[in-house]
């Protein structure tokens, strides 16, 4: 296989496609670019990890293809859409199709865990009963090892049980692309193998695409590519 099909990926459809992808930030002084020309592609069903030093431009290439950014300089097609001009409904309708799984969890304070999975499938359009909402909730907690913490709130919790929400709320609307920021970074070597196991499981079974920024080599055997980025440029793919 050439160097480019390795970043580009090759077989089953492409569900995340970026050429020639550039970005910068604005800063007091002048603008600091840190992603140059970068050239990826992420396959239906392929878990891809992005590694590399802080400040490679792992996060923000990954917040590019989630929408969470505004596309500057080159082509980025996700799910069959290009990014580059795409209004602010057609940003929200991309971002209604990935799960996000944030470093810091982000979860609201005020809503226990099942209300947290509820809201996320609420906001997803799907039309089912509070009861099975409240089943598929419980289900997915456990999997994850999470029994009995469904009613409880965020101050309730471990570092590393607001992460296994934050997991779960990625995950329970099953959708077609995962982008993941360092998930099991606060998870002991148990949780990380269920988390890790679950995340795989989602690839095999429903051919979902999982672009993953982490450091923790424990979850690098479950990966299909390991892509290392430097300085705003892909590096090497193995």
């Known amino acids: 296989m050439t160097e480019h099909a390795k970043l580009v990926g090759s077989g089953a459809a492409e569900v995340v496609v970026a050429r020639k992808v550039s970005h910068a930030f604005d800063t007091a002084t002048a603008p600091i670019q840190v992603l140059f020309d970068v050239d990826f592609a992420l396959r239906q069903g ?9 400040g490679a431009g792992k996060t923000t ?16 097609i996700v799910l069959g859409k290009e990014l580059s001009g795409l209004s602010g409904e057609g940003q929200r309708e991309i971002r209604r199709k990935v799960g996000f799984i944030f470093q810091d969890h982000n979860l609201f304070e005020a809503l226990t865990a099942f209300q947290t999975l ?6 997803s359009g799907d039309k089912i009963s509070s009861g099975e909402a409240r089943a598929r909730s419980a289900k997915l907690l456990s999997s994850l090892g999470m029994e009995g913490h469904l009613d409880r709130k965020p101050r309730q919790q471990s570092t590393g049980q607001k992460q296994r929400i934050a997991i779960a709320r990625a995950l329970i609307n099953n959708p077609p692309i995962i982008l993941a920021d360092e998930p ?15 995340i795989r499981r989602r690839v095999d079974s429903n051919k979902t695409s999982v672009v993953m920024v982490t450091h923790d080599s424990r979850v690098f055997p479950a990966a299909d590519r390991i892509v290392n980025m430097v300085d705003g440029r892909i590096a090497g793919v193995r």
């Open 46 to 54: 392929e878990f891809v990890i992005l590694t590399g030093p802080s």
């Open 61 to 76: 290439l990954m917040t590019l293809i989630g929408a969470l950014r505004s596309l500057q300089a080159g082509s980025l």
């Open 118 to 123: 509820a809201l996320a499938m609420e906001l």
């Open 184 to 198: 099991t970074a606060a998870l002991d070597k148990e949780t990380a193998g269920l988390v890790i196991d679950l």
